[in-house]
């Protein structure tokens, strides 16, 4: 009896010294995840499959706190889901998955809103256990609200081109044809038309070079669409609307992902 007491107190014991070891282990590799994560300059946010902060980076938090968004909402064991609209989460998870079973890379992009009206980028994975089984998501955040910004400004810069060039074109080519039609027309008429042509094709040449010049301020990374909640976008386009035009606008209710 003795003896199998002894053996059963080492084992008992021998196990306690495995979950020990066990433990120190995760908490190494943890601590290890965590020191590589804070020299990252981009934001990143794990969390488990109940939406629970596990780790994240102070990129992350600077980012979520920035501008008095969301104060105290980043920490560890808080909900992601008090940051990001957990239908948002959910539906990307769900792109995941059927992008694994169809043998895609199981990652995906989505969009929203902050309570201060900036845009974030969303990029997802999935974290899995050594089973396989989901155990979590990552998440990795940019602020694309000046880039998105830019994009519009230079949509603005792109349509006023054309439409000014539309009228430069219709002048010079209505000259020329005037010469072409006619010509039997006076030398002094003859110099008027092609005065007219000269002038027009140096402003075109004058709002071409214009608007490459300003244009460079714009070039980037292209803008990749991504998933986002239809309020999240109504948010953003009251927000620009209201800065940019500064009138009063009403915001409805979306319900629908865009």
């Not at 109940?50 to 968004?69: F, H, S, T, V, W």
């Not at 006023?160 to 030398?187: C, F, K, W």
Request: include cysteine; glycine fraction near 8%.
């Amino acid at each position: 009896i003795n003896e199998l007491a002894d053996r059963s107190q080492a084992a008992q014991e021998g196990v306690g010294d495995q979950i020990a070891a066990a433990r120190a282990d995760l908490e190494h590799e943890r601590n290890r995840l965590a020191a590589l994560m804070s020299e990252l300059t981009i934001a990143v946010v794990v969390c488990n499959t109940d939406g629970r902060i596990l780790l994240y980076n102070l990129a992350a938090k600077e980012l979520l706190n920035r501008d008095g968004a969301a104060p105290g909402l980043v920490g560890l064991g808080r909900s992601i889901f008090a940051i990001l609209d957990r239908s948002l989460v959910a539906h990307a998870l769900e792109r995941i998955g059927s992008a694994e079973t169809a043998g895609a890379a199981p990652n995906a992009q989505l969009s929203a809103s902050t309570s201060e009206g900036r845009l974030l980028r969303i990029g997802m994975a999935p974290v899995r256990d050594r089973g396989g089984e989901p155990s979590g998501f990552v998440l990795i955040l940019e602020d694309v609200t000046e880039a998105t910004e830019a994009s519009g400004r230079q949509d603005a810069l792109l349509r006023s081109l054309t439409e000014d060039s539309r009228a430069a074109v219709a002048n010079i080519r209505a000259a020329v044809e005037s010469v072409l039609d006619y010509p039997q027309m006076g030398a002094d008429e003859r110099r008027r038309f092609m005065a007219i042509i000269r002038d027009e094709a140096e402003a075109l040449s004058e709002r071409v070079e214009g608007a490459l010049r300003e244009s460079a301020a714009y070039l980037g990374d292209p803008w990749l669409l991504s998933d986002m909640l239809g309020s999240d976008l109504l948010t953003a386009a009251r927000r620009s609307l209201e800065r940019e035009a500064g009138v009063a606008v009403e915001e409805g209710d979306a319900t629908e992902n865009l």
